[in-house]
């Protein structure tokens, strides 16, 4: 009897509960949407296809144990780079795209930093820490995944020629055949471009003669010396204190691995590099094709195309939460305190378009040409860089992480930390001045990411395997989609940078 009441109330209780969301075909929700895009596969495969990958072309396999590593896509949007390797210590494979296929432009040994006394593991696959990443990443890596190898990996501003660190300094290879040259010495731990200007800044090892006097005799001062070299004619070798020479039976010269960033320009015939003077990759910044801008607390600092030697441009008073370049009006902007200026690019008096009631912590982008989201103790100030009309809503509790612009000009707020389930979205009404929050699929872990040009947003959580399937928002039928992961752990869009 009770074996049969149980039987009875499990019966109910399945009865009664909702019917699990049955994931859609991934092409059947993203028909409409028909960039282009290159995917990376879960069996490794690099594809171009639209986004709603109808049509795919297949640009590469992976073979005897090979995986993808790195990819990117030129600054021009039309070619493909990418980096494979087999095993931890195995040669890793630069390839391009061309129009017969897949091509194998250069085999080398990459950089292990530590090597040279300098503690860095990276991901081993392209993943959701891809700082330069303009693309959905669907793998968070884990203590496993990750590698000693440094995987730099850029093009060159014309999109004819791929820049790469390896063991014995930094090269570029052109992409369309020909031999690959070295550009500098120095031993690349990360390699970032600066574009649209035309320089690249590395985070770097350099070697550095060292010379120890044995003979009793000298003076103590000439007891232990160091003899820096310039950045590009630093000589390649192997890890620190192994590479001994004896110039004279009383002096041992070995060489010393330091640490630096430096700022490499790319010249008609020599690659010159030189000290970054303070820019470093977690600094704040905006560029523009002729100036790169940083922030130390404060101040505002510059670099230019033609001059690489360091200029202090701006001192605003409170310390700058946000850098930003407007390319049509070529206006520098900051925010700092209670206030958003603006500058003009090649100089003249600073203008303060914005104050705001209480400090601006933060400010989210929206796209490259989308507005800007400024967020203060309460509200949240929506920039729009065409118009130049400020809109505002109270937050209300909410906490922005991301913002994002719609099809036809709606402004969603992502929230980080909103509730227990995950991130909460919600969308701006700017009429009634408050955020209207949406009901949103519980993700713990979650991330969003915009798709279709704005029409969709997605929602998954990223791990050391790709998610079965991810949540999409329907911008313009404000409806949530469960979409069954095709077999994908990323993409990036084919398009101009």
């Not at 731990?189 to 044995?214: G, N």
């Not at 070299?229 to 691995?257: F, N």
Request: proline share 8%; with cysteine; net charge negative.
């Amino acid at each position: 009897m009770r074996l049969a009441w149980v039987a009875f109330c499990l019966g109910v209780v399945t009865a009664l509960a909702p019917p699990l969301a049955h994931a859609t075909d991934w092409s059947e929700v993203f028909a409409a949407d028909s960039e282009k895009f290159v995917f990376f596969g879960t069996d490794g495969t690099l594809m171009r296809a639209p986004f709603s990958l109808a049509e795919r072309e297949t640009l590469w396999v992976p073979t005897r144990g090979q995986r993808l590593v790195r990819v990117r896509v030129s600054p021009d949007g039309q070619r493909v780079a990418w980096l494979t390797r087999a095993t931890a210590g195995d040669t890793t494979r630069l390839w391009v795209d061309g129009p017969d296929g897949a091509v194998l432009r250069m085999r080398y040994f990459g950089l292990e930093a530590d090597r040279y006394g300098r503690v860095h593991a990276e991901a081993g696959v392209p993943s959701t820490e891809e700082p330069e990443a303009l693309g959905g990443r669907l793998v968070q890596p884990g203590p496993l995944t990750r590698r000693l190898e440094s995987n730099t990996l850029e093009w060159t501003p014309d999109s004819r020629a791929v820049v790469f660190g390896y063991n014995d300094g930094i090269a570029a290879v052109p992409a369309d055949g020909g031999s690959g040259f070295s550009v500098c010495k120095a031993l690349a731990v990360r390699l970032e471009s600066l574009e649209p200007a035309p320089i690249y800044l590395v985070d770097a090892i350099v070697l550095r003669k060292h010379t120890r006097y044995f003979d009793p005799t000298l003076p103590s001062d000439l007891a232990d010396n160091d003899i820096p070299l310039e950045a590009d004619d630093v000589l390649p070798g192997r890890p620190a204190l192994s590479s001994l020479e004896l110039a004279h039976p009383d002096v041992l010269i070995t060489k010393i691995a330091t640490p630096g960033s430096y700022l490499l320009y790319p010249m008609a015939h020599r690659w010159r590099v030189f000290t970054a003077s303070g820019l470093t990759p977690d600094r704040l910044r905006a560029t523009s094709p002729g100036t790169v801008w940083w922030v130390t607390g404060g101040t505002i600092h510059a670099i230019r195309t033609s001059d690489p030697n360091p200029t202090e441009e701006l001192q605003v008073g409170h310390p700058i939460v946000w850098l930003g370049f407007d390319d049509v009006r070529r206006w520098l902007l900051w925010a700092a305190g209670r206030e958003v200026g603006r500058r003009a690019e090649d100089g003249g008096a600073p203008t303060i378009f914005l104050h705001t009631s209480t400090n601006v912590r933060a400010a989210l982008e929206s796209g490259r040409d989308g507005p800007v989201g400024f967020v203060t103790t309460d509200s949240l100030l929506v920039w729009d860089r065409t118009s130049d009309r400020v809109r505002g809503v109270a937050l209300g509790g909410f906490k922005p992480g991301s913002l994002f612009q719609g099809p036809s000009g709606e402004v969603l707020v992502g929230g980080q930390g909103s509730r227990p389930g995950g991130p909460q979205l919600a969308r701006a009404d700017f009429e009634a001045g408050r955020l209207q929050e949406l009901a949103t699929p519980a993700v713990k872990g979650g991330m969003f990411h915009s798709a279709g040009q704005g029409a969709w947003i997605l929602l998954y959580d990223p791990g050391v395997r790709a998610p079965e399937s991810l949540q999409a928002f329907d911008v313009r039928a404000s409806r949530w989609v469960a979409v069954e992961n095709p077999g994908i752990t990323g993409w990036e869009p084919l398009r101009p940078r």
